[in-house]
């Protein structure tokens, strides 16, 4: 007891000064030998003001689902109006007209749209178009003293590359977070329409929607729009945004359209199951299965069949039927296409306009199911039949 009595105090003391040490610890210093040290302040400074905070106001008709009144009204009963409001995060694109690019499902339903800058001005914005397949949209203000964000190729991201997510967490205004990308071509998620996201683990959260996902260099790589959120709905590292490649198209197909048209190649595509890639034989399980081509459509124009396997397009590995859907999808009416096929144990290339089709030829061509073909001995050596030749 004596012996606690007496070595309490002396380590009173002692955690005392480490205690004083590890503040006076804490602050990283500016500089070592001389040189700075890095920092990502320069380039927020010179970025952040591109990015903006989005509010929305609109009307949510609410429902009364008391028993009692079901009898003489149904399910639902309309109740009086009131406002719905929401938040999220926007980016200038064009300083000198005053486009905006956000997700979809942040203006989406909106009666009046409010876009503050980092200046604190306010600004009403007008619609000037949307894409719900996509989850884009294009807003407009009065182009006062903008400053818009320089876009870089998302193409030539790699898993690795440092990011920096800005938005409007929460609505708490504008703040910046850290990460790297964890994958590309993120499909079939189920949270798009058209989906090949970005993954990142910089932290995104509620209202970060619509904010900017840019490189080091401070150039947009992609729209901050959805997260694999835990119970609590917060950031668990999985965010997903859409990249800057399909953005540009998206954007200005609506600035000068008002509206988003895709081009189609008239097939009906399924993925691969691991029997039909032992079936055809195929030196790996990457591509898409078409497993129908409609008549006088512009794949059946280029050659393709019922049975093969889209491996590539434009150089690009096709990884699934989502992946194909993406890249078509993302293609302008008109656009040439090239595209690589394995077919009888060959690899053969194609050329195909991609053009638009009319729904109803899908609803009356109904999907064959493909069947595995016979087993038959094939030459596994990569042979390409190239009409470019």
């Known amino acids: 007891m004596k012996f606690v009595k007496i070595i309490t105090p002396i380590l009173a003391l002692l955690l005392g000064f480490f205690s004083v040490s590890n503040v006076a610890l804490a602050r990283l210093p500016v500089a070592v030998n001389g040189q700075a040290l890095p920092s990502l302040a320069d380039m927020l400074e010179r970025v952040t003001p591109s990015v903006v905070n989005i509010s929305t106001e609109g009307t949510d008709v609410a429902t009364l689902k008391d028993p009692v009144y079901r009898h003489f009204f149904g399910k639902k009963i309309p109740q009086p109006s009131k406002k719905k409001m929401g938040t999220g995060s926007g980016i200038i694109v064009d300083a000198q007209y005053g486009y905006i690019v956000t997700n979809a499902h942040v203006i989406d339903g909106a009666g009046k749209i409010t876009v503050t800058l980092k200046d604190q001005r306010q600004f009403y914005a007008e619609l000037v178009g949307k894409d719900l397949k996509a989850d884009v949209a294009v807003i407009r203000i009065e182009p006062d003293r903008l400053v818009a964000m320089q876009i870089a190729n998302s193409k030539r991201l790699r898993v690795g590359d440092f990011v920096v997510a800005i938005g409007n967490p929460y609505g708490l205004g504008q703040s910046v977070t850290s990460g ?11 949270i798009e329409h058209y989906e090949d996201f970005i993954q990142t683990d910089a932290p995104i959260n509620p209202g970060n929607s619509g904010g900017a996902l840019v490189n080091l260099r401070g150039q947009l790589v992609g729209i901050n729009t959805a997260i694999l959120g835990g119970k609590s709905g917060g950031n668990v590292g999985i965010g997903f945004a859409i990249p800057s490649s399909m953005i540009v198209n998206i954007k200005d197909q609506i600035v000068q359209n008002g509206h988003v048209e895709r081009g189609q190649l008239g097939i009906e595509i399924q ?20 497993s129908a081509v409609i008549s006088n459509s512009p794949a059946e124009a280029a050659g393709i069949q019922e049975g093969d396997v889209i491996t590539r397009v434009n150089g690009v590995v096709v990884t699934n039927s989502s992946n194909l859907k993406s890249m078509i999808g993302n293609l302008r009416m008109g656009s040439r296409v090239n595209m690589e096929y394995f077919r009888d144990g060959l690899f053969k290339k194609c050329v195909a306009e991609v053009g638009q089709i009319d729904s109803r030829a899908f609803s009356v061509k109904q999907a ?7 087993k038959k001995k094939v ?7 190239d009409p470019w030749d």
């Open 379 to 385: 030459v596994r050596k990569k042979y390409y039949d």
């Open 180 to 190: 790297i990308i964890s994958a590309m071509g993120r499909t079939g998620l189920g």
């Open 271 to 290: 993925d691969l199951r691991p029997a039909l890639v032992k079936a055809y034989n195929l030196p790996d399980g990457h591509g898409a299965l078409i």
């Open 368 to 374: 064959k199911k493909v069947t595995p073909a016979p």
